[in-house]
Nanobody, 120 residues
Framework: QVQLVESGGGLVQAGGSLRLSCAGS????????MGWFRQAPGKEREFVAA????????FYSNSVKGRFTISRDSAKNTVYLQMNSLKPEDTAVYYC?????????????WGQGTQVTVSS
């Protein structure tokens, strides 16, 4: 079993930055791909970013490419999402996920979510 706990959300003005953290537990955490998804009010959950088990490969949605960076620290069992140049449309609940499917659309484990609000 893997448990995920997100932190770092909050309120920020457009153009600002936030860094989300996802602390994982479980012996197999370091072997899993990790990712971030988000869900805005009235919208479906969408993929944001993913990183493979070694940290050597990363993937981003077109909407965040060039602004967000995903990374992981295996020694700390933690995954990060650095979000720069934030826009109001980035407002959503952000979820950390572990062990993503190859299409980056599903995951076996999910965190509880952290709210990110970007004001204009």
């Amino acid at each position: 079993q893997v448990q995920l706990v997100e932190s770092g959300g909050g309120l920020v003005q457009a153009g600002g930055s936030l860094r989300l953290s996802c602390a994982g537990s479980g012996r197999t955490f370091s072997t899993y791909s990790m990712g971030w998804f988000r869900q805005a009010p009235g919208k479906e959950r969408e993929f944001v970013a993913a990183i493979n088990w070694s940290g050597g490969r990363t993937f981003y949605s077109n909407s965040v490419k060039g602004r967000f960076t995903i990374s992981r620290d295996s020694a700390k069992n933690t995954v990060y999402l650095q979000m720069n140049s934030l826009k109001p449309e980035d407002t959503a609940v952000y979820y950390c996920a572990a062990n993503l499917d190859p299409l980056l659309s599903k995951a076996d484990y999910w965190g509880q979510g952290t709210q990110v609000t970007v004001s204009s």
